[in-house]
């Protein structure tokens, strides 16, 4: 068909908009230097068009507006896909559409209940496609085929920040925690589960974008028998972001377990917590999460270390080291002298400084001299050189994100070693990928190239096993094609 038969007068099509991005119209007439059209806001427009490449998107026919697979569509491109995800999104509630062997999904932002155990049950045994589009049937894909193709899987979860990565992550590991769990009284599915409140309190945090953003990536395995029962789990953890320990940006918070442990100061007496409006390093203390309660949170991390094998002297270690980090930020940081002479000074009557080292049990003179010195150590000599006010803050909160940091990586190998709870060998694994989203804020830190690097490194990773596939199938078929 000619393209002045597919443009003729009538034609639904596809044009750019400065606000809504795009929005339908109708053809009204066609030449080879302009296409006159009428908007469906009954605007009138006049579109240049120098050659085929300048012609807007056509329409899909209504009759497969609200597709549950986009590859279902006579035209995929941009404004097709946007409008049929907002049909189904914003008409029909549903929040996943295939995508051939890709899932999409839209953060609805609230509860839904479609993630119960008789929905589990439901996709179990079910092929992609058989059901609505779900989390729980990709899980099922992967399951599927390391029993009956006794192949190694692994879900990647990619997507902006706020884009609900890790709550679709959680839902798979529910899921393959459901179908493949074990009557031992070990029952490790339950201690993978438990694994996701105790990194969310250390792991993440409010952003602008997203009310629990994970600053962190993880990928976890989970390892199944012969019989395809869950055996054990491994996890890695990457790119922490360290600096949001001493800095938030306005309308942001600190990890959650910081809210937590102030919700909950009066359990936790022998730390002396303050409310969190009193500590330096929590910069938005006022900034709550609606619906978020910080003291019941503060006890389902508890309880999840507990379900971990970790034992209360060592969970009240744990807090113990995240209180001191608290108190380094209030620490009282002076000036001694001036000019080049200017030397950084802590009064020997810091409360916050003699707290830490009650808590961390250390020489408070020699807690408050290190942070106010600096040991440069050489071939032939060692020089303790002080530091100016402006240097030792910069080191106090070095040791703060240091220590977080130090502390986040024991407790996650400490999980590590709990969830290997079996002798058996592993016979075949699922990975699951929740990695950082694109992100970009006002002030881009090395943390932003990093996060971003990562995601464009994911994403050719993605490109090349989606389209090595699509061509692999037009091979079989005898066509050529290339990309």
């Known amino acids: 068909m000619s393209t002045t038969e597919i443009y003729s007068k009538g034609a639904r099509i596809w044009i750019s908009h400065p606000e809504k991005i795009w929005v339908g119209a109708q053809v ?7 296409l006159l059209v009428l ?32 590859t279902s569509l006579s035209y995929l491109h941009e404004p097709a896909v946007l409008y049929n995800l907002q049909v189904r999104f914003c008409q029909s509630k549903n929040i996943y559409t295939y995508c051939g062997i890709v899932l999409v999904a839209i953060n609805p932002y609230c509860e839904v209940s479609i993630y119960d155990s008789g929905t589990i049950w439901m996709y179990r045994g079910k092929n992609m496609g058989d059901l609505d589009p779900h989390i729980f049937a990709v899980a099922e894909e992967a399951y599927t085929k390391i029993e009956r193709e006794q192949m190694n899987q692994s879900i990647i979860v990619s997507g902006e920040s706020g884009a609900g990565k890790t709550v679709s992550a959680k839902y798979a590991m529910r899921y393959f925690a459901t179908v493949g769990g074990s009557s031992k009284e070990t029952q490790v599915e339950k201690k993978v589960l438990a694994s996701s409140p105790i990194m969310e309190a250390i792991g993440n945090a409010k952003t602008i ?14 390892h199944f028998s ?24 306005s309308g942001e918070r600190n990890y959650h377990i910081f809210y937590q442990m102030c919700a909950a100061r009066k359990t936790l007496q022998h730390l002396s917590i303050e409310d969190a409006t009193e500590y330096n390093y929590l910069c938005d ?10 003291e019941k949170q503060f006890d389902e991390t508890s309880n999840a270390l507990l379900t971990l094998g970790f034992t209360q002297k060592t969970i009240d270690d744990i807090f113990t080291v995240l209180a001191s980090v608290l108190n380094l930020g209030n620490v009282g940081i002076s000036e001694h002298g001036g000019g080049d002479n200017e030397v950084a000074v802590i009064s020997s009557n810091d409360t916050y400084l003699n707290c830490i080292a009650k808590l961390l049990e250390l020489d408070g003179n020699e807690l408050r001299r290190w942070l106010c010195n600096r040991k440069i150590v050489s071939m032939r000599e060692t020089i303790n050189k002080q530091l100016s006010s402006s240097e030792a803050r910069q080191s106090r ?23 290997i709870t079996s002798t058996e060998a592993k016979h075949r694994f699922i990975g699951v990928l929740d990695i950082y989203g694109f992100e970009t804020f006002e002030i881009n830190s090395f943390e932003q190239f990093c996060i971003n690097y990562a995601n464009e490194k994911l994403q050719q990773q993605f490109n090349n096993h989606v389209f090595q596939l699509e061509q692999e199938e037009y091979f079989k078929e005898g066509i050529e094609w290339k990309f």
Request: hydrophobic share 35%; net charge negative.
């Open 209 to 222: 974008r997203n009310d629990n953003s994970s600053r962190f990536g993880k990928y976890i395995e989970l």
């Open 226 to 249: 012969k019989s395809y029962t869950i055996i054990g789990a491994s996890m890695s953890t990457y790119l922490l972001e360290k600096s949001r320990v001493v800095f938030q940006a």
């Open 285 to 294: 203390p006022d900034s709550i999460i609606p619906g978020v309660n910080d």
């Open 28 to 34: 009204k007439e066609y030449s080879k230097k302009a």
């Open 397 to 419: 909160d070095a040791l703060a994100k240091h220590i977080y940091a130090c502390l986040f990586t024991w407790i996650v190998a400490h999980i590590n070693r709990e969830l």
């Open 39 to 70: 908007t469906d806001d009954n605007e009138t427009k006049e579109l240049a068009v120098k050659s085929d490449d300048d012609l807007p998107p056509l329409r899909n026919p209504d009759i497969l507006i609200g597709q549950n697979d986009l």
